[in-house]
Each structure stands twice: as structure tokens, then as C-alpha cells.
């Protein structure tokens, strides 16, 4: 074990870049680069838990399918966060998912997106967190994951395979603004993380870039230039207006780790580099993953006749309408037509229930959505599964009931939402079979060699 | 939803009846302070879509009935005047104003806060000080002064906004130490003309409600208020603070809450301490609870109502009325109010139910010769209100749609909410009858008294007569006389003199000292104003003196 | 408009868009679909006839469930309502009636007149007499609120955007709204 540790460090130490030497800039054209592109990496999301209370201080928590990962300190704590990294260590920790200790990170974070950054960013970046944030010492939990995910040293055999560590190079036969965008896509904004399905292996697959994947209990969609299952239907400005707000009206609003990165990142770039966002999405692959459009299905309606004016506990025909109708159409509208001014989404013509992936109509049940931006003031649903603050708590059956109410009448007919997947969206999304996979098949291969070299070499000592 | 409600639990350290928004508010300061906590709730706990279900299923000729969507459970009844369900003659009045006190609460869990409009007026400290300043009534134990912070308290943990302009702010010209926490909630259409109109003809300021709801953004996890126009009897959002929206809350900071539990025995030790609260299950079997603070909270009738019946040898009385005073100096806001027709429109129906009043008019030296009253303009949408008689026209067609559309535009109700001096004539007593637990139903005698009276003829019935004549009536309103504001006060009063008063100024019974009355029971005066945010101004007081008496002994 | 802050060029936005969402739904789209309560009574005749005769008494948007509903309660109340419904119809016919006042005066004073009315007051009412212990059958639904919901709220129903309701208008009576 300790061999390959060795070997990793040396491995690490031997690729010295220019970085190696460079100092934290202190000037304020610098350090306002870094602020802006920690947002636009939106650094906070995992790392801070009281996002205003205490940037950086890291501690959250965050459920991927393989177990709970803590997010690091990443302030400039010498005790606890990254204030003894060199610009060096801060890049590999970035780029490679090497931390200072040589110890490796779990793809959690998105280095694989960052290892597009390029130096002039890493040193803003290096320089901002050095000089402008404020250290905090503050230890954070230790992450235990599940054997055999707790051996960080597998990681090196993942990043053999899956990291692709070339710094983002401009397409000259490409317009400045396209290659931004895409910068900014494949690098900082780390689209792919959340919106490129991953293999067996939890590597994002190059060939389904942005086609969409499952985020925990939410699912991040489709957003290939497909015409039918992607945003190709969307204007530029839509783009625009859905990261600066995230909501276009008759069309999709953001909620889970959409809303936070609206929140905490998108609303806060500038118009040209949200513009050129568009730009470069209007041109990634089509990928046609489903054969509707999300973002036309369904129509207003109710079936109030059925039980208005009837005791509430009577036996119903219409069980997911009564469920609608006391549960979401005091916002939502009585034909699911949301408000006159849009702020309160119609629920048809809406990609959350015209997209056959249930899981975001099960998701916004359950947690509610929670996004704040300058231009679209804060937007909040109260959630309707066990928190404290639910509005009303409903169970498996109920949530299922109303689920498929709201698709067969509003959203993409034919979809079916069973009690046991609001279960599995309650409990927090599907959990990988990567662990199954790894102690029974795969990863039984992997502890035997292990095992193997450890004897020879334990045999080696011995003679 | 269970009616069995037993989870075993049989005792803590403080034992809170009631689970409306005094017990909510005490509840929670006790958790935090790292108390154990078990409530009791007469009531089922029931969601709030069943609730607003309620609502819609109503028929019209039933929807201005605020109580219609609470239907009584036989074990705890709640007044439901002529409605032939249990709780139909619950409540027996009694008195020249019996009518007028024919109360409506909510024997729910979350109590009668489910159905208030959330208006949230500061008593000012004139109203505090009624008998030195204008030789009537009482006084507060205490001045304005002390009881503001508490008022800071309840504005951020029930999100009360109001307005930052200080001019517009209630009292006025008397500092607040913290702004309110969101900004006031726009006006209708027709509040907007309203309060043109005063200002321009009567020179009378409206101005906005400082009330416990969401305004503009979401605050306290819940949701901002999207116009629902329905805070009475039910917000259908939680954008309202209601207790019931607090419960889950509680219950995960660690307080054990018991549903269709009706407390009807409180008992005493040897050192005429409370030892333990005795409540009936809807299967009629007793349980005893036990505990080391006890505070009971079930507002103004079925506090004494508890305390009388609970009389022991060593309370012939019942508890904590060695003074004579539980169940006397009932008081309420006794209202008038208008239906008018009026000649332009003033479109009421968007935003909260009752958004805006006139309350410069409740103070002045006119207090020492007659109650002081305050005055507004409800914004429910007129729709339930004018449909029957409309459609009793014989209209068809066209002129049907404009005349129903007319009506709605250009009816709407001007209200006097008034004061009343606390009375022990106006009594609360044991009726014998009884309820379907065999438990004595509440009877009260009512007067509003002289001071009132007067107040109606010489001061408030005129003002509406001038207010209606600025906004353009067809003819001059009539009232239907004196309603009630449903504001309970009174039944528990507060005093520095343990002879004439109830509790002491934390909320304490003077004969026990392990019992505490917080609530509107408690109030020594009514002002104009709704009673919630000073019942809950004293809960905070209360618990604050609990949580000392339970970590020091002092 | 140069010095146009963000929060209203965000409104002015929002308005574009939902004018533009009604263009591309119709207004009368947003009223939604109509669904039977039972298979039963959609293919019951007398609906069929009376939901025939409501939409000549009462000239807007109606909801075939609610008409079951409706029907279901009337024909408890009069033992001849088919037969009362197809004499009403029949004057109607003979009239060429496409809209109430082309044939309301034609029909009798008394039972059959009686009849109109009370539909009539059950579409706008949303149940058959004023009592508090009436069977309800509508409410979003039922007309009079349908009747003034441009301007205000049906109550229990939000009506925008947070605070979003602030500087609306004092609007005249008329015009009237398109339901």
C-alpha cells in the first residue's frame, strides 16, 4: 500500500509546472478575477455550510451515491484549511485531485471540470483565496466512505482512466465568445459534473456529454443542442434569462443543486459571459435521449367536480386531484395554470412534469425549492415530505398519487410514478451499485492483488 | 389522522395545555433553553389541506362563517353558533351583550391562530395606563417600556411586517428598538382609494397592518404571502404565521405533543402546587400527567373555565382564585360593523383580508368619559357576500355579469373595533350543562358596559356615518350592534395586588407558584387593538420568568 | 425608461412573457379542460341536453363536471327535469337562440322559468340555494368568481408574484372580464 502512496507522490512531485515558483498576486484587478471565478466555480456550494455566515469553511455535507463526502476548509487556515498550499499544490488540488498531503480527492469535486483552468486562472484563483479570503479554523468531519470507496489511493487508477488533464486550448476556427463559453462550460461551471451521465465507474461518458444524469433525488436534464430532448428549442436569451434567474416561464425552472448554482454562481457572471454560455451550448452535440419535449407537454384541467363540495375524508375517484387541489393549487392555480405573471410556474408546459425521468416532480414535492437571485427576488416552495416546515406531510402513496394526477393531466401522459420510487427519491436518490460492484465483483479482484503484493512484499521483509 | 393520542408519555418538566401560539411560543423558549416540554391539545391535528378543503367545499351561503372549516370534534367542542354540530350551543351567553360575546376559537391543534387575520397592533403606552390617566379601568403592572423588547421578540418569531416608515408605524411617535423584519404588504385597489379619501376628506390616516405574515420574500421557512385573500379562516400557503405551522418544529427540538387529550383536572400538593394535569382521551379513559412547571394556555375561556373546575379542598374556588377574579373582567373588542353599498368602486379581494386601519383614533382625553375605537376597512373580496342577493334580481345575461360585477366592485364593510374596561360583573362561569364528555360547557354574561356604549353613541357611531359619507354610499349603513372582535381578554387578570388579581406580572398565579397563565387572560386592558401580539409579548415575559424559577429557584 | 431599475425591467419581462404565453395558449385555453365525474353520466342524455340548455342560459365557459354534478341535484328536486328541459330547449330552438337574451322572455313564467333561473343561479352560485347547509358543487368554478377574477382574488387562490399585487388599478366596473 504504502508503495503505491510512494509512488504517487513522486509521481506528483516530478510534474512541476511553472506555477511551482509563482507567488499569490495581491492586486485588486487579480483578486477581483479570483473572487469572480471562485464564483463562477461556484466554490461555495460544496464548501461553505452557512453560505453568508461562513464562506469557505467547508463541513457540509454532501450525499453522492457512494456515500457522504464533507466538504474541506478550503479558507486560508494553516491549521485547517489551505493555507499552506503552494500555488503548485492549490493547482493539483484543482486540476489532478491531488491535495497537498498527496492524498487523493473523490471526484465529488469536480476537478476533471477544473483541469480545463488555465494557469493565469489558477494563479487568480490561488491568489484570491490566499489574500482575500479570511481564514477561518475550523475543522470539518472526517469523510467515511463505505469499503472499498475509503481507499483514496483507488482513485489513481480512476484518474488513469477518466482524467483528462489537458488545459482548455481556444478552436481559433471558433468566435471569442464561443470559446469562451466553452471554457467556462467544460471548466469552471463544471456543466458535465451534474449533467453528463456516468459509467459503470462513476466517469462522466464523453459521447453523452451534457445528456443528462441523475443528481441524488434530482435529475439534471438533457441540455445537448437536441432540438426535441435538449435545449435546442430555447433561444439565447431564454438561456440567459433561465441563468440569471433561473425560471423561464412555460418552459423550466430550477430547483436542488440547480437553484444553489443559480444562486450562489450564474446570476453573478457577467452578460457576456452568460452569453457566451449560449453560445457554446447552442452548438454541444445533440444528443436525442427521449422522443418529447419536455417543454410542451400537458395542458390546464382539473376534476374538481369530482370532489368539491364533498367531506374531505370521503372515498374519492379523483384521489390525486383532492391531493393537488389542497396541496399546490393555491399557487399553482386550479388548472395547474400557475399565477397571471408567471411567478408561480403553470405546471404544464413545464419540463419538470413533461420530462419522463420523474425524479424532479418527486424532488420539488418532497424538498421544495429555495433560489435566490437579484433579478428574480427569492423564490420559495415550502416542501411537502418530513421536515419540520413541510406545508402538509405526505406519504409514499400520496406523493405517487399526486405525481402521476400531475402528469396524466398536465405533464407527459403516460408516466407512471410508483411508492416505491418516492421512497427512493425521499431517502435521497438512487444509491450506486459502484459499491456492490466494487466489494463483490471488480473491487474483489482489485483487494485480492492487493493482497498478493502485500504478502510478497511482507515475505520479501521477512527474508 | 389518530384519535388515540396517547404515546405513552406521562410526564416533564413543563407541562404547556394548549397548543395554540402562546403555547407554541413558550414551548419553543423552554426547548431552547433545554427544558423538556409535553403539551397537550384538546383537539385533533389535522393538515392544512384538509383545512382549505374545508373552505372550498363550503357551501357559499356558509363562507363568511370562519369556523365552518373547523368542524368540532364531540370531545372538544368549540362555539359553532347554529350549525347542529357539537360544539352548536357550546358556548352559553348570557347578558345585554350575550350576542356580543359569542366567541369563536379553535380547539385544534395550533389553535385559534389557524383562523386569525394576523393583525399584529402594539398597545400603546397610554393603553397601558388607562385608571392614572384617565381614571378608568387598570393599569399594567408595568410600564410600555418593558414590555417592548418583548414585543421585538414576537415581531421576528412570528414575522410580523410592518411598515419602516415611522410615520406610518403603530404607536406612533413611541420608539421601537428594531425595525420589523419585512416591510408592509401592499394595498388593495380599494384600500389605496380608502385611504386617499380619509386623508383628503377627513384628514384621518390609514395605515398598514403590521401583521404576522410573510411579506415579500419567504421568512421562518414558510413561504411569502402570494394574495391568497383567505388569512380568515385559513392561509392556504402557511405565509401566515399560524401555531400549527410551528408544531413540527417543536416536535424536533424534542417536545412530545398530545392530540384529542382534553385536560380536565388540574391538581394540587400539599403546598398547593400543581402536581399534575388529569385529560380524557376520546375512548372517555383518564391520564395523568405529571411535571414540575405547569402553564396552561387555552386562551380566555378555557383557561378559567379549567381552573374553576378544578376546585379542591384546598381551592374551593377553583385554582388560583383566591382573589375571586378567575372567569370575571371578560373582555373582547366589541365591534360595529357596516355593510355599505358604495357609489364608485372600491374594489376589496387582493392581498390580506384586513390590510390597513385607522387606529390614530383610538387615543385621546375622550378616554376618561368613553371607550376609544378604532376604525377600519376589511379587503375580503366581496364575491360571497353580494352573489344571492344578485342573483334574487331575475337578471339574466349580460346585465347579470355587470350587475353581479357592480355589486362586488362597490360593496364592501367599515368596522369600529372598541374598547371595554375590564368588568367583574362580566363573568365566566360553569354552566351545568354539559358537554359529550359530561364536562361543564362555559357560560358568560356580557355587558359591554356603559363606557362603550357612550363610545358607540357619542364617537364611533358618527365617525362611520362621516368616513361612509367621504367614501360615497348610496344610503347611510346600518350595524346589526355589537359583535365580537373574538379577542378573548380577560378571565385571568393581571395586577400587582394579589387581592383583586389573578397573576402576577409575569403571568404567574398568585396562588401557585408552579402555574403560569400567560395569554390574553391575562391583559388588564384591551386598547383597540388585536390581542395576539401582546399575549404573545407575554409569553416571552413568562417564559423568561419560568426558565429563571427553573434554573435558580428565583 | 433610461433610468429603469432591475426589479422593473424584471417585471416589464415577466408581463412580456406572459403575453406572450397567453398568445401562444389562447385565453380561452387557460380555462382548462372539462372532465365527466363519471363515465356513467357523460354519456347520460339528460346532461347532454342540459349542458345543451346551460350554455344557452349562461353564455361562458362551463364545466361538464360541474354540470353532472349539477344535474344530478336537480333531477332529485324536479321528478320531470328531462322533459322541463327539453321544453325550454325547444323555445330556444324555435327562437334560432344563441345567446340567453335571444329566448329568456319566451320562456313561461312559472316551472319552466323557475327551472332557467335556478340554473342559472347554480352555475354562478355553484349549488342550488342560499342555505349554509347546501350541497356545494363548485367554487373555483362557479361564475361569480369567475365573474370579477381579473381584478380580484378567488379567494384561497394567489394572485402573483409576492407583493406583486401592490398599484393594481381601482378599475371601473366594465368592461366585463371573457370566461
Known amino acids: 500500500m504504502k508503495t503505491f502512496t510512494h509512488s504517487l507522490l513522486l509521481s506528483a512531485a516530478v510534474l512541476l509546472s511553472p506555477l511551482a515558483l509563482a507567488q499569490a498576486s495581491n492586486d485588486a484587478e487579480t483578486l477581483a478575477k479570483g473572487e469572480y471565478l471562485a464564483i463562477a466555480s461556484d466554490c461555495t456550494a460544496c464548501h461553505s455550510q452557512e453560505h453568508a455566515a461562513k464562506p469557505f469553511t467547508g463541513g457540509k455535507a454532501i450525499s453522492s451515491p457512494v456515500g457522504t463526502i464533507f466538504a474541506t476548509n478550503i479558507t486560508p487556515s494553516k491549521a485547517f484549511g489551505i493555507g499552506n498550499y503552494t500555488e503548485e499544490q ?50 470539518v468531519p472526517e469523510t467515511e466512505l463505505p469499503f472499498p470507496m475509503n481507499l483514496r489511493f483507488s482513485m489513481a ?265 418516492v421512497a427512493e427519491i425521499r431517502a435521497g436518490g438512487a444509491q450506486s451499485p459502484l459499491i456492490q460492484y466494487a466489494r463483490v465483483g471488480m473491487g474483489v479482484g482489485v483487494v485480492v492483488v492487493l493482497f498478493a503484493i502485500g504478502l510478497l512484499w511482507h515475505r520479501k521483509r521477512k527474508k | 389522522m389518530s384519535t388515540s393520542s396517547n404515546s405513552g408519555a406521562s410526564n416533564a418538566e413543563v407541562v404547556i395545555v394548549g397548543t395554540g401560539v402562546v403555547a407554541a411560543v413558550v414551548a419553543e423558549q423552554l426547548l431552547d433553553a433545554g427544558l423538556s416540554v409535553l403539551m397537550l391539545e384538546a383537539g385533533p391535528r389535522v393538515s392544512r389541506a384538509e383545512i382549505v378543503e374545508n373552505y372550498r367545499n363550503l357551501p357559499l351561503g356558509n363562507k363568511g362563517n370562519a369556523i365552518a372549516s373547523y368542524p368540532s370534534k364531540p370531545w372538544a367542542p368549540h362555539p359553532e353558533p347554529k350549525s347542529g354540530r357539537p360544539g352548536d350551543d357550546y358556548l352559553q351567553v348570557s347578558g345585554p351583550n350575550g350576542i356580543g360575546y359569542l366567541q369563536s376559537y379553535v380547539r385544534y391543534a395550533g389553535g385559534s391562530t389557524w383562523h386569525w387575520a394576523g393583525t399584529c397592533w402594539r398597545l400603546t403606552p397610554e393603553d397601558m395606563r388607562l385608571n392614572s390617566l384617565y381614571g378608568v379601568g387598570r393599569d399594567w403592572p408595568f410600564p410600555y417600556e418593558e414590555l417592548e423588547p418583548y414585543y421585538v421578540m414576537a415581531e421576528y418569531k412570528l414575522g410580523i411586517c410592518g411598515p419602516s416608515d415611522a410615520a406610518e408605524q403603530w404607536p406612533q411617535g413611541v420608539k421601537r428598538s428594531k425595525p420589523y423584519p419585512m416591510p408592509e404588504l401592499p394595498f388593495s385597489p380599494g384600500e389605496e382609494k380608502f385611504t386617499k379619501v380619509m386623508r383628503e376628506k377627513l384628514g384621518l390616516r390609514n395605515v398598514h397592518v403590521a401583521q404576522a405574515r410573510n411579506s415579500g420574500m419567504p421568512y421562518d421557512s414558510r413561504p411569502a404571502c402570494c394574495g391568497n ?201 360553569l354552566s351545568d350543562k354539559k358537554d359529550w364528555l359530561g364536562l361543564p360547557k362555559p357560560a358568560v354574561h356580557f355587558d359591554v358596559g356603559e363606557y362603550t356604549r357612550r363610545s358607540a353613541r357619542e364617537f364611533s357611531e358618527p365617525m362611520i356615518q362621516r368616513i361612509a359619507d367621504a367614501m360615497g354610499v348610496e344610503e347611510a349603513p346600518t350595524s346589526p350592534g355589537f359583535r365580537p372582535s373574538k379577542h378573548i381578554m380577560g378571565g385571568t387578570i393581571m395586577g400587582k395586588d394579589s387581592s383583586n388579581a389573578v397573576v402576577d406580572d409575569v403571568c404567574r398565579a398568585y396562588d401557585h407558584a408552579n402555574l403560569f397563565l400567560p395569554g390574553g387572560g391575562a391583559m388588564p386592558s384591551t386598547a383597540t387593538g388585536n390581542s395576539t401580539i401582546t399575549m404573545v409579548a407575554l409569553a416571552f415575559r413568562a417564559s423568561e420568568a419560568i426558565i429563571r424559577q427553573m434554573k435558580t429557584g428565583a | 425608461m433610461s433610468q429603469m431599475n432591475p426589479k422593473d425591467g424584471v417585471q416589464s419581462q415577466s408581463r412580456r412573457n406572459f403575453l406572450r404565453a397567453g398568445a401562444i395558449l389562447g385565453a380561452d385555453s387557460l380555462l382548462g379542460v372539462s372532465l365527466p365525474v363519471s363515465a356513467a353520466l357523460a354519456n347520460e342524455p339528460g346532461v347532454a341536453s342540459f349542458m345543451k340548455l346551460s350554455r344557452l342560459l349562461v353564455n361562458h365557459h362551463l364545466d361538464e363536471g360541474v354540470g353532472q354534478r349539477m344535474w344530478v341535484l336537480l333531477k332529485d328536486k324536479h321528478s320531470n327535469l328531462n322533459q322541463n328541459v327539453a321544453d325550454i330547449l325547444k323555445i330556444a330552438t324555435q327562437k334560432q337562440a344563441k345567446i340567453v337574451e335571444d329566448f329568456f322572455a319566451d320562456i313561461p313564467v312559472g316551472e319552466l322559468q323557475d327551472l332557467a333561473y335556478q340554473i342559472i343561479f347554480g352555475w354562478y352560485a355553484g349549488c342550488l340555494d342560499t342555505s349554509a347547509q347546501a350541497e356545494s358543487f363548485a367554487f373555483e368554478q362557479a361564475l361569480t368568481f369567475q365573474n370579477t377574477a381579473d381584478v380580484i382574488t378567488i379567494p384561497s387562490y394567489g394572485v402573483s408574484g409576492p407583493n406583486d399585487w401592490a398599484d393594481r388599478p381601482n378599475v371601473p366596473v366594465l368592461p366585463l372580464r371573457k370566461f
Open chain 1, 90 to 139: 492549490f493547482a493539483n488540488a484543482l486540476r489532478k485531485g491531488i491535495a497537498a498531503d498527496g492524498s487523493h480527492l473523490y471526484p465529488a469535486m469536480p476537478y476533471t471540470a477544473y483541469a480545463k483552468l488555465t494557469d493565469e486562472d489558477i494563479h487568480a484563483l490561488y491568489s484570491y483565496f490566499m489574500n482575500a479570503v479570511k481564514p477561518v479554523d475550523q475543522p
Open chain 1, 157 to 421: 487508477f480512476w484518474n488513469a482512466l477518466f482524467l483528462d488533464d489537458t488545459v482548455h486550448q481556444d478552436d481559433p476556427e471558433q468566435s471569442e465568445s464561443w470559446n469562451r463559453g466553452r471554457y467556462l462550460v467544460e471548466g469552471p461551471t463544471h456543466c458535465a459534473t451534474c449533467h453528463t451521465p456516468r459509467g459503470l465507474l462513476m466517469q462522466e461518458q464523453g459521447d453523452q456529454f451534457l445528456a443528462g444524469a441523475q443528481v441524488g433525488p434530482w435529475y439534471a436534464p438533457n441540455i445537448t443542442s437536441d432540438k426535441v430532448s435538449g435545449i435546442g428549442s430555447w433561444s439565447k436569451a431564454e438561456v440567459v434569462q433561465y441563468l440569471k434567474t433561473g425560471h423561464v416561464e412555460g418552459k423550466a425552472q430550477a430547483a436542488g443543486s440547480m437553484a444553489e448554482a443559480i444562486s450562489y454562481s450564474f446570476q453573478h457572471l457577467s452578460d457576456g459571459d452568460l452569453n457566451a454560455i449560449a453560445d457554446y451550448l447552442a452548438t454541444v452535440p445533440a444528443v436525442n435521449t427521449a422522443s418529447d419535449n419536455r417543454f410542451n407537454q400537458g395542458e390546464p384541467g382539473n376534476k374538481l367536480a369530482a370532489f368539491r363540495g364533498k367531506d374531505f375524508h370521503e372515498d374519492t375517484s379523483a384521489p390525486g386531484a383532492r391531493l393537488y387541489s389542497g396541496s399546490c393549487a393555491s399557487c399553482h392555480g386550479y388548472n395547474a395554470q400557475g399565477t397571471e405573471d408567471g411567478y408561480y410556474p403553470s405546471l404544464f408546459h413545464n419540463s419538470v412534469t413533461g420530462e419522463a425521468n420523474t425524479s424532479n416532480l418527486i424532488a420539488t414535492i418532497l424538498y421544495g425549492v429555495d433560489r435566490e437571485t437579484e433579478a428574480g427576488g427569492h423564490v420559495f416552495m415550502p416542501p411537502f415530505g418530513d421536515q419540520p416546515n413541510a406545508l402538509n406531510n405526505l406519504d409514499n402513496q400520496q406523493v405517487a398519487q399526486l405525481s402521476n394526477y400531475i402528469l396524466d393531466m398536465h405533464g407527459l401522459k403516460g408516466t407512471q410514478v410508483t411508492p416505491e420510487q
Open chain 2, 229 to 429: 385573500n383567505n388569512c380568515v379562516p385559513v392561509c392556504p400557503v402557511g405565509a401566515k404565521y399560524d401555531a400549527a405551522t410551528s408544531l413540527g418544529r417543536l416536535e424536533a427540538k424534542g417536545a412530545t405533543i398530545l392530540h384529542n387529550a382534553v385536560v380536565y383536572k388540574v391538581e394540587t400538593n400539599a403546598n398547593n402546587e400543581i402536581a399534575a394535569v388529569n385529560y380524557l382521551d376520546p375512548n372517555k379513559d383518564s391520564h395523568r400527567i405529571t411535571g414540575k412547571t405547569f402553564v396552561l394556555a387555552c386562551n380566555g375561556i378555557e383557561t378559567p373555565k379549567l381552573l374553576l373546575m378544578s376546585a379542591d379542598e384546598r381551592n374551593p374556588n377553583g385554582l388560583a382564585n383566591s382573589s375571586d377574579q378567575v372567569g370575571r373582567n371578560m373582555m373582547d373588542h366589541p365591534q360595529l360593523a357596516y355593510k355599505i353599498k358604495l357609489k364608485e368602486p372600491y374594489w376589496t379581494g387582493l392581498g390580506p383580508v384586513v390590510n390597513s386601519g385607522i387606529m390614530e383614533t383610538s387615543q385621546g382625553d375622550y378616554r376618561s368619559r368613553h371607550a376609544a375605537a378604532y376604525f377600519r376597512f376589511n379587503n375580503f373580496a366581496q364575491n360571497r357576500f353580494v352573489t344571492f342577493d344578485t342573483l334574487k334580481q331575475g337578471l339574466i345575461g349580460r346585465e347579470l355579469d355587470e350587475q353581479l360585477r357592480h355589486n362586488t366592485a362597490t360593496s364592501g364593510m367599515i368596522v369600529a373595533a372598541h374598547e371595554v374596561l375590564p368588568d367583574p360583573e362580566n363573568r365566566l362561569t
